[in-house]
């Protein structure tokens, strides 16, 4: 049992769990913030004195040091190559890290299992209860709506041209040019056959398509 604890201070389970909760609890809260915070701050310190006190007794793990260093560079890949691989990979070198640096592997084995449980139990509250997102992420994902409501449209969009009054630039066989507003729009006529000159009125847009109707005739009635 004593081999399994080291009874050294700066092996000490104990202290080992708390630099571990804070390293990855508070790492996994800064993913979540808008803003470098004090999670962020102390996860970072206690990752160096976790990397200290396990280093402190002699000759460094040069393979330790090599995946962690690879297991970082994957998870902030993960940020711009999505599809959960390469983070998900560098998660595992990060964990085989820390385990290669412990003097005990079943010790750091059995601490990092309860991280993990507490990381699943701080995302669950972070994601579920505080509705929380990454703010990264939702920088990366268009989030705003294109449809009309919000004042997007299409470049072919005519609807703004309802009821709106023109006259024929060209014959309508039915097919045509319509003047408006010293503007040109190609339109199609109602009937089969409207005169070049002729007052129209924008009656129906279906898209890009315009339709016209000749009220030339209504126009001259009411002036008479």
């Known amino acids: 049992m004593n081999e399994l604890w080291s009874t050294a201070w700066y092996n000490h389970p104990m202290l080992l769990l708390f630099l571990l909760l804070i390293i990855f609890c508070g790492a996994l809260y800064q993913l979540y913030s808008r803003h470098i915070n004090i999670a962020g701050i102390m996860s970072a310190l206690a990752l160096c004195v976790f990397i200290v006190t396990q280093f402190i007794d002699g000759e460094s793990n040069g393979l330790a040091i090599v995946l ?39 010790m750091i084995s059995l601490l990092l299992a309860i991280v993990s449980f507490v990381l699943i139990i701080e995302w669950v509250i972070l994601v579920k209860v505080l509705k929380k997102e990454m703010p990264f992420f939702k920088r990366l994902i268009l989030t705003d709506s294109t449809n009309k409501e919000s004042g ?8 703004y041209l309802m009821n709106e009054i023109g006259t024929a630039h060209t014959d309508l066989r039915p097919s045509g040019t319509m003047s408006l507003h010293d503007d040109r729009y190609d339109v199609v006529a109602e009937s089969s056959f409207i005169a070049r000159g002729s007052t ?11 339709v016209v109707r000749n009220i030339t005739e209504s126009t001259d009635s009411v002036n008479d």
């Not at 997007?152 to 609807?159: A, I, V």
């Open 68 to 106: 962690f260093i690879i297991g970082i560079s994957l998870i902030f890949a993960e940020f711009f190559v999505f599809g959960l691989i390469t983070g998900i990979i560098g998660v595992i070198c990060v964990v085989l890290s820390f385990i290669l640096m412990a003097d005990n592997v079943t």
């Open 200 to 210: 129209i009125k924008v009656i129906k847009v279906e898209g890009s398509r315009i």
């Open 152 to 159: 997007y449209t299409s470049h072919d969009d005519f609807t």
